[in-house]
């Protein structure tokens, strides 16, 4: 059987932005290691859409990923494969498949969409397939069945994620990834260390695919995966994409310290959720190299909080910067504007305890009730969205989707626009530490005398605390 598997683009006004197709690599080692040999990856942003038509017709099987912003150039892939090879079974994956299997399969060039996670599923689909056997008995997978649909019931997740083989990464460019993650010129990776998130933000569609069942892969798995990337890549810096790195204090310290254990001397950054963070934390993390962490603040209103479903107090936000302050990562605060209940008067608050939080860097985006997120029954019962409506048209940092309970789209907009000014700074500062504060500090430190080190050393502090900057609120 031959298998094509494709990340199609996701936003019409960005369509060179991409992630790394971890999830395929993980398909296509799956695939491999069950004895499909004949996989390959095709990335839309970086190919023509008829010649990824091409292969996906030349092939079995095309198995189409896809986030909802992915969805529309994923289907434009589907037409032109299916018109080439109308034996060609295709097969839809992913968030948005999962979030609205009934309207996906309305597209007749869709054969079947494969629910929530991939790996078992799609080898049952191409095993039964491949042996002409009946579908009715693969679970996980919706099919058009006469003239309904018909959904066969789910598969259980697996169960030890240490056994799925690491992501085919000789799939895909790895280089050109690695190239446009870089920062600082460290060579940068992104790695899955844990699938599922427990938490319950009602702007997140996570749990559509993983469920909230949280499952770590060991430390010693995920090292092992880094080190081999080390070798074969020469990767200097980390970034995790799980949900939710810091799930367990236990699970975070033993991969903190097993990681100084290994001598690997790479530095990495991940998701934080404040409930799950103390200083403890924070310093065996530093310690190991962690350098930066992202920590999702969304609103500095007790209610919006309440109403997001975030499972966080104001308290404890601020207690996560204040404990993982002085250490050597970098602090990112990600908010958010337009939950139904927003107002000036809450949007006001977030600034306020943006200020009180001090990050390193701040942005700011648009509430957006994606299909698989608990808000989006609500926008699309209230007629804001639609199963069919166009996702890659959207750019959650700047499309309104829809207006508060206090503020028209019109209102919404301009707020935001507003705040992302203010926020400014930040990106000064961010752009400024990175690369021309270093530069010039090394210059100096080039061009001083060892005696006149002490003298420098004391006008740094100085500078460095004259550049604190906090946003206008
Ligand atoms: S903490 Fe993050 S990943 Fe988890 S549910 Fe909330 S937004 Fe989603």
Redesign the pocket.
């Known amino acids: 059987m031959k298998i094509t598997l494709v990340q199609p683009k996701a936003y019409r006004h960005n369509p060179s932005f991409v992630w790394e197709p971890l999830n395929l690599g993980y398909l296509a080692s799956f695939l491999k290691a069950n004895g499909f040999s004949d996989v390959s990856i095709r990335i839309s942003a970086f190919e023509d859409a008829d010649a990824i038509a091409m292969a996906c017709a030349e092939s079995d099987i095309a198995g189409i990923t896809g986030t909802s912003p992915m969805f529309s150039d994923g289907m434009n892939i589907a037409r032109k494969a299916k018109r080439h090879n109308p034996n060609l079974k295709i097969v839809f994956g992913g968030t948005h498949a999962t979030a609205c299997t009934e309207s996906v399969l309305l597209n007749d060039e869709v054969d079947f969409v494969v629910r929530n996670e991939g790996e078992l599923t799609l080898l049952d689909l191409v095993r039964t397939l491949e042996g002409n056997g009946d579908v009715k008995n693969v679970l996980g997978i919706s099919y058009r069945d006469g003239s309904g649909i018909r959904s066969n019931p789910p598969r259980p997740l697996v169960k030890n994620t240490d056994e799925l083989p690491p992501p085919d990464r000789k799939l895909f460019d790895q280089e050109k990834f690695i190239r446009t993650s870089s920062q600082a010129g460290k060579r940068t990776i992104w790695v899955l260390s844990s699938r599922g998130?427990?938490?319950?933000?009602t702007?997140?569609a996570?749990?559509t695919v993983w469920t909230r069942m949280w499952r770590p892969r060991s430390p010693e798995n995920v090292i092992k995966e880094i080190e081999e990337l080390v070798r074969d890549y020469g990767i200097e810096h980390v970034n995790f994409s799980d949900?939710?790195f810091t799930v367990t204090k236990e699970r975070t310290i033993e991969f903190s310290r097993k990681l100084k254990e290994s001598g690997l001397k790479i530095t990495w950054g991940c998701?934080v959720?404040v409930n799950t963070v103390d200083r403890e934390t924070f310093v065996e993390m530093a310690t190991a190299g962690c350098s930066e962490i992202w920590m999702?603040v969304e609103s500095g209103s007790p209610e919006i909080l309440k109403e997001l479903k975030?499972?966080s107090t104001i308290e404890q936000i601020a207690e996560a910067f204040r404990a993982s302050k002085g250490l050597t990562m970098k602090r990112h605060a990600y908010l958010m504007v337009g939950a139904p209940g927003e107002s000036r008067e809450s949007i006001v608050e977030t600034k306020k305890l943006l200020a009180r939080l001090e990050p390193d860097f701040a942005a700011v985006t648009v509430f957006t009730p994606y299909p698989g997120c608990e808000v989006y029954d609500y926008a699309k019962q209230k007629q804001f969205v639609s199963d069919n409506m166009d996702w890659s048209a959207i750019d959650l940092h700047q499309t309104v989707v829809m207006p508060t309970r206090y503020l028209t789209r019109e209102e919404l907009e301009e707020e935001h626009i507003r705040f992302v000014r203010e926020l400014e700074p930040y990106r000064r500062m961010l752009k400024f530490s990175v690369t021309d504060f270093l530069g010039r500090v090394a210059m100096r430190f080039w061009t001083t005398p060892p005696s006149g080190y002490g003298k420098l050393f004391k006008k740094f502090l100085s500078y460095v605390s004259a550049r604190r900057l906090k946003p206008r609120s």
């Open positions: 998130c427990p938490y319950r933000c702007y997140c996570s749990h949900d939710t998701n959720h999702g975030k499972g």
